[in-house]
């Protein structure tokens, strides 16, 4: 099956610095990536859709200068939460549907835990 | 963003029970999948229904998708401690946009 892989998968920073986190298809070219956040014992929230080679598409509400998306490949999308508050601790998600395959599939990374102290 | 809401919320059953999920919502979706979770990972795929009324049957789980495709189910029968865990339905259009339920936080007893 295709392979979804993030880093880091821990991150624990201070409050007011910038984290970047890294989404990568491994075994398939994605020009659509989706993140996600997810709170404790919650459901899944789609943030934003990370179009390679355009500008990011954010759910209403996201905060398009602080959680910044950039898909500069086919293989790589990168989400920079910038200025993190302990509020943007959370479980970082990504997902990539992979060209050619039926039913609308998207494969998921393992995920990237972010606590601001 | 289009809600979907799912219920209940938690449950909590001996193993060898039945259970069914609800994954309700206003809107049409182009299809419908079912995930589980575990804490600490990302959500593997279970099903995907497309066609409304269809129904699909994984051992122990059957899966349907309401004929207006607004709505799906999730039934367990003869639950197992493995089957514990959290239930996503996630609704997807033509966009490749998927947006999930609210969540079943599912626990069963040995």
């Known amino acids: 099956g295709a392979v979804v892989s993030q880093h880091p998968s821990w991150v624990i920073c201070k409050s007011g610095t910038s984290v970047k986190i890294e989404c990568r298809s491994l075994?398939?070219?994605?020009?659509?990536m989706f993140w996600y956040r997810q709170f404790p014992k919650q459901s899944l929230m789609l943030m934003a859709t990370?179009?390679?080679?355009?500008?990011?598409?954010?759910e209403q509400g996201v905060e398009k200068d602080k959680f910044l998306i950039n898909h500069a490949s086919l293989t790589l999308s990168t989400l920079t939460v910038t200025s993190a508050h302990p509020e943007d601790s959370s479980f970082y998600i990504c997902?990539?549907?992979?060209?050619?395959?039926?039913?609308?599939?998207?494969?998921f990374g393992p995920g990237t835990r972010l606590l601001v102290l | 963003t289009q809600l979907l809401e799912q219920s209940p919320q938690f449950l909590s059953i001996q193993e060898g029970e039945n259970l069914t999920v609800y994954c309700n919502s206003s809107?049409?979706?182009?299809?419908l999948q079912w995930y589980r979770q575990e804490p600490g990972e990302g959500p593997v795929l279970l099903v995907t229904?497309?066609?409304?009324?269809e129904v699909k049957k994984l051992k122990r789980l059957t899966f349907q998708f309401g004929d207006a495709r607004k709505d799906s189910s999730l039934h367990i029968t003869a639950a197992q401690p493995g089957d514990t865990g959290l239930y996503l339905c996630?609704?997807?259009?033509?966009?490749?946009?998927?947006?999930f339920g609210t969540g079943t936080s599912l626990t069963v007893i040995p």
């Open positions: 997902s990539a549907p992979r060209p050619g395959d039926r039913q609308e599939t998207q494969y």
């Open positions: 075994d398939f070219q994605a020009t659509t």
């Open positions: 990370s179009n390679e080679g355009s500008k990011a598409t954010y």
């Open positions: 809107s049409v979706f182009s299809s």
């Open positions: 229904v497309v066609t409304g009324g």
């Open positions: 996630a609704g997807g259009n033509t966009g490749n946009q998927f947006y």
